[in-house]
């Protein structure tokens, strides 16, 4: 996939970014009123570029469904049979298949409007007795073996901690939490190894929020949860780097590249508070994105930087929305990298809309040589 032929497809429209002049591919044809990027923990593109899913809003609707783009047939198409809770969409690489969650139920299915729905697996009954299931996974996140998506789903007033066989298997429990955690992510390389995050927790009776106090921690199979940090920080959004050896995550005006084996912390300024970044493959490159004070729909900037020049480029300014989709469906722009780092692709609201956006590695570098 390139830029020619993201226009010569015809599902994208090229713009310019105001004040930068950065080319933008937005997608042209919409299935749905509000049309996001995944969050940025989960690649919405297959492998070779073929299919690209997205989440589609309908307002004033607070659920969302899911879309994808078949950049070979030339389609862009909505599913509703693939309502979804939280950030769970997760992409099959090689196939494009998403999988996702709904209650205590793991599903998935296939790109092609012709694929139908499957039940892959599902958390037991007694396990949760008479409580609410309020979400099975943040994030799905597949084990580094193929075998298992991480579960991190909220039963009850308690946090569950665990892993789901993708071949229907019983589920295994790893832990259990009585305040918030979540965004666990699996190890890219290492089955028995969960990166996951300790959140903002509301009290269910009183009310009260009680602070994060230390974000980030490292859980392996049949062993107590550990910090990452070496003194206690209430850093936010974090990912894994793809070697499995450092993770990463946010905090001011920094990102930083956390080693696992003690707490070292490489720290990255940004011009800007970081929101949420992300890095390249071969982690030479950072996206980010920043708001000025937030709020559900604010404002917000996107930005990238080439680490090995120390240079990084405005792609553009997001305007905010205080409508419904910008007050329910967490539209920040949540930038990634796609396409085996070829392209950035993010949430934009640049022409008036919630939309899906793409911009190339390569325009980029052209402006931080």
């Known amino acids: 996939m390139n830029p020619q032929r993201l226009v010569a497809s015809g599902l994208y429209t090229r713009l310019s970014a105001p004040d930068t002049g950065i080319p933008l591919y937005l997608l042209a044809k919409r299935v749905a009123p509000s049309q996001q990027s995944f969050y940025f923990v989960n690649d919405g593109m297959s492998a070779d570029g073929r299919f690209l899913w997205f989440y589609c809003g309908f307002p004033p609707s607070s659920d969302r469904v899911l879309g994808v783009v078949d950049h070979e047939a030339g389609t862009v198409t909505c599913y509703p049979d693939t309502q979804f809770l939280h950030a769970s969409p997760w992409v099959e690489p090689a196939s494009g298949r998403v999988y996702w969650t709904s209650g205590p139920v793991l599903y998935r299915r296939g790109p092609l409007p012709q694929d139908r729905v499957e039940r892959v697996n599902a958390l037991p009954a007694e396990l949760i007795g008479g409580r609410p299931v309020s979400h099975l996974s943040t994030h799905l996140t597949l084990s580094a073996d193929g075998r298992n998506f991480f579960v991190d789903g909220k039963i009850g007033t308690q946090y569950v901690f665990g892993t789901l066989p993708l071949d229907g298997g ?46 980030l921690w490292l859980l392996r199979r049949g062993e107590a949860p550990r910090p990452i940090l070496r003194e206690p920080r209430a850093v936010t959004h974090e990912w894994w780097d793809p070697a499995g050896e450092h993770v990463w995550c946010v905090t001011g005006k920094e990102t930083w590249r956390v080693r696992l084996s003690d707490g070292e912390v490489e720290k ?32 917000s900037t996107v930005h ?16 905010g929305r205080a409508d419904h989709a910008g007050q329910h469906y967490h539209i920040d722009p949540h930038p990634r990298f796609t396409a085996g780092g070829r392209f950035v692709h993010f949430t934009t609201t640049i022409r008036g809309e919630v939309d899906v956006a793409l911009v190339a590695v390569d325009d980029l570098l052209a402006r931080t040589a």
């Open 170 to 215: 019983p589920f295994t429990e790893w832990h259990r939490f009585d305040r918030c955690h979540n965004h666990a992510m699996m190890s890219p390389v290492d089955p028995d190894a969960v990166l996951f995050a300790q959140e903002n927790h509301t009290d269910p009776q009183t009310g009260i929020t009680i602070p994060i106090t230390n974000r």
């Open 268 to 299: 990255i300024p940004f011009p800007r508070h970081c929101w949420h970044s992300h890095s390249s493959p071969d982690g030479r490159f950072l996206v980010g994105d920043s708001c000025e004070a937030f709020f559900r729909g604010c404002p």
């Open 304 to 319: 990238f930087m080439d680490r090995s020049t120390g240079k990084t480029v405005k792609i553009l300014d997001n305007p």
